[in-house]
Each structure stands twice: as C-alpha cells, then as structure tokens.
T-cell receptor, first 114, second 116 residues
Framework: AQSVTQLGSHVSVSEGALVLLRCNYS??????LFWYVQYPNQGLQLLLKYTSAATLVKGINGFEAEFKKSETSFHLTKPSAHMSDAAEYFC????????????FGSGTQLTVLP | EAGVAQSPRYKIIEKRQSVAFWCNPISGHATLYWYQQILGQGPKLLIQFQNNGVVDDSQLPKDRFSAERLKGVDSTLKIQPAKLEDSAVYLCASSLDYGGAYNEQFFGPGTRLTVL
C-alpha cells in the first residue's frame, strides 16, 4: 500500500524566511503526489500536484515542490513566508494511472512568526 | 462556480445517538467522496461514489456508518449509533469524472462532529 510521511507535525518560521515542509512517499512506482492546504474551519485546497510531467511543480500562493525519485521525496517550499501562509499542510499520494483514493499524510501545522 | 456545500457545520450528540450529514457537490461532478478527519490526522476516505454507485467503501465501518447518493447528486452520510471515537470532521469532496489520469478533488468546509 502506498503511504506518505510528513516529517514534523509543527513548523515555525519567521515572516520572510524560507518555508520547507517535508514529505516522503513509499511506492514501488512513482505515484501522483499532491500538497493541500487547510485553513481553520475550512476544507482542503489544492496547492499543487505532480503527475509525472515536470519534476519541479509550481503551485498557488508562491509554493513549489520538487519530485525526487531517488529520495522518494516531494518537499514543499516557499522562498519567503507570509503571515497568511499559517495553516495546516497535507501531502497526499495516489497510484499513478488510477483514479483511486488519495492517501493523506498526518499534516504539518505551519506557524509564521512576525 | 459554487463550491461543495455541507451541512450542518457543527453537531454535538451523545454516544449511541444517530446523526446525518449532507453534502451537495459541485454541479456536474460525477464523483463524490466522504472523508473522516480525526484531530491531528490527515483525512481518511470512507466512501467514494461515481454517480449513484459505490466505487470504494472498504474503509467504511458498515456496522454503524451508511451513505447514499440516490440521484447521483447530493449525498447523505449517517452514523447510527455514534461512538466517542467518531468525533471528527467529516469532509465531502467531489471531482469531475472517475476516469482519466487525474481529476482534482474539491473539498467542502466539513462538518465537525463531537460525540459526548
């Protein structure tokens, strides 16, 4: 079964600093990978996705992620954090070539300090 | 375009009571999903519908949970009887089509259930 592991349940950065949220997946073949953001009392919103095209994926709100097969990683980055980035972030995996279910990681709560 | 609608937003019940949640997906979306999100965890799929048929309900606790999507549009998720461990946020999502290489799932705001 495919799974994702998010390292660090809580991450704090200063406003303007680099944001790095880590996600590692386990899969025998490269899957589809996703990052979602969840603001308080709201549903999940798709930030970006990897579907076997370019390994560097750009998403909304200045976020990007790089698929690294050798490291089985799909870390999320943003060069400069903004207060509005404070939220919970989820990495998710789905078998490639299939519309089967998403499997989510346990989430990383991002705090942005002034 | 209207998003995925869910109601109620909050519900508090006592254990052994029954509860139902409602979801109206984005118009035209064939696939509908119900997820359970326990505090501190990522969402877990409970059931997936394509139109009004069940595609995957392997993680649905069928002894107490049921779901239906009778006309292939809105859906209801029911818990009867509720247990303390059912306290969670129940998220509904929809996507355009089951087939194809990729279909983005759009999520509703969720229903926060507290079982006392």
């Amino acid at each position: 079964a495919q799974s994702v592991t998010q390292l660090g349940s809580h991450v704090s950065v200063s406003e303007g600093a680099l944001v790095l949220l880590r996600c590692n997946y386990s899969s025998s073949v490269p899957p589809y990978l996703f990052w979602y953001v969840q603001y308080p009392n709201q549903g999940l919103q798709l930030l970006l996705k990897y579907t076997s095209a370019a390994t560097l994926v750009k998403g909304i709100n200045g976020f990007e992620a790089e698929f690294k097969k050798s490291e089985t990683s799909f870390h999320l980055t943003k060069p400069s954090a903004h207060m509005s980035d404070a939220a919970e972030y989820f990495c998710a995996v789905r078998p490639s070539g299939s519309a089967r279910q998403l499997t989510f990681g346990s989430g990383t709560q991002l705090t942005v300090l002034p | 375009e209207a998003g995925v609608a869910q109601s109620p937003r909050y519900k508090i019940i006592e254990k052994r009571q029954s509860v139902a949640f409602w979801c109206n997906p984005i118009s035209g979306h064939a696939t509908l999903y119900w997820y359970q999100q326990i505090l501190g965890q990522g969402p877990k799929l409970l059931i997936q519908f394509q139109n009004n048929g069940v595609v995957d309900d392997s993680q649905l606790p069928k002894d107490r949970f049921s779901a239906e999507r009778l006309k292939g549009v809105d859906s209801t998720l029911k818990i009867q009887p509720a247990k303390l461990e059912d306290s969670a946020v129940y998220l509904c999502a929809s996507s355009l089509d089951y087939g194809g290489a990729y279909n983005e799932q759009f999520f509703g705001p969720g229903t926060r259930l507290t079982v006392l």
